[in-house]
């Protein structure tokens, strides 16, 4: 089946980002939502925690988002000289979320 087009364009779909922990992104990854917290950022990039790990995101364009805000990001895996980092796509703000509720929620979406 081909993609929707527009105007004799074909649209690309994108694979989609399945929920991980940090500890568990692997080499076999391509796009991945990550929950956690934000614990450093700059212009364009910010290194999440999600109670597995660290992981360095980066962004094309500046995000500006504040340290200690909780968030989920979509992106894709890249590997780095020790473990990977995350090209960003999305950043979404995830303070007003009930974060046991939010990963009960995942864990059923899962089958856990």
Request: aromatic share 6%.
């Amino acid at each position: 089946m081909m993609p929707e087009t527009l105007e004799g364009f074909v649209s690309p779909r994108r694979l989609p980002a399945h929920e991980k922990k940090i500890a568990g992104i692997g080499k076999d990854d391509i796009r991945v939502r990550l929950f956690g917290t934000v614990i450093d950022s700059n212009e364009n990039a910010l290194v999440l925690d999600d109670g597995t790990g660290k992981i360095s995101v980066v962004f094309r364009d500046p995000v500006g988002i504040e340290t200690g805000k909780t968030v989920r990001i979509f992106g894709r895996v890249m590997p780095a000289e020790e473990g990977f980092e995350i090209e960003g796509e999305i950043l979404q703000d995830m303070s007003g979320v009930d974060v046991p509720l939010y990963r009960k929620t995942v864990e059923l979406e899962k089958g856990e």
